[in-house]
């Protein structure tokens, strides 16, 4: 392991202290976690304020609201960033849609259909799987960003409860690669709780993507 730092003097007590590159990650890291907090609970105070004390146009609500989402979300994920262990719960997959796909709607150019049937409780880690939904929902908006539809839905089938996520964008490979691990790290996720990710082509031309996912019984 390369390490960097300082050393000192051997003592009776104490031989020696490195401080790795691990740790200097781990601090800066710890620090920006500390320092986003208060903006992002400042940020929430003010536009719930906002929208309980005006009256606002639809537009300029919806708006609101959608930045209200995102920075509740952002909350969730600097949580759950400073939690070392996974949290596990039972997760309707139905519910799940409703952040992801929130930011889909209003003035997009584009037409989105989310279908939601009965109840599809799964169990899973809800913060990766609601990046895991993010994350297969800003591909297909980036697909169909200048115009198209895009077709997202939740449903109990035998033993697994599925999410399926299809747009009429260019498919697999028309799109300009991104930085991060995009489908490879939902694959991860999903796998890790039993489940699988399959991808294809959908109805509507472009691409589809299915997150498979064991029920939880009894629930």
């Known amino acids: ?13 104490d031989s020696s202290t490195t401080i790795t590159v691990e740790d200097f990650e781990g601090a800066a890291a710890h620090r920006l976690r500390h320092d986003l907090r208060q903006p992002l609970a400042s940020m929430t105070i003010l536009v719930d304020s906002v929208m309980s004390t005006e009256s606002l146009p639809p537009r300029v609500e919806a708006t609101f609201e959608e930045i209200l989402r995102e920075a509740q979300w952002m909350g969730r ?9 996974e949290h596990v719960a039972v997760v309707d997959l139905s519910r799940a849609l409703e952040g992801p796909c929130a930011s889909m709607r209003g003035s997009a150019p584009y037409d989105v259909e989310v279908t939601e049937q009965e109840r599809t409780p799964v169990i899973v880690d809800p913060v990766g799987l609601e990046r895991a939904i993010r994350n297969v929902v800003d591909n297909a908006k980036r697909a169909v960003s ?3 539809r895009v077709q997202v839905r939740a449903w109990p089938e035998h033993r697994h409860g599925l999410l399926e996520v299809a747009d009429s964008g260019p498919g697999f490979g028309g799109l300009a690669p ?10 991860r996720f999903v796998e890790r709780f039993g489940g699988d990710l399959a991808c294809g082509t959908s109805s509507l031309g472009g691409a589809l993507v299915t997150i498979r996912l064991p029920l939880a019984f009894g629930w």
């Open 178 to 187: 991104r930085q991060g691990q995009g489908l490879v790290g939902v694959r």
């Open 1 to 13: 392991m390369f390490k960097i730092g300082i050393r000192k003097e051997p003592t009776s007590t």
């Open 77 to 85: 994920l600097l949580r759950s960033a400073e939690d070392d262990h």
């Open 146 to 148: 200048d115009g198209g």
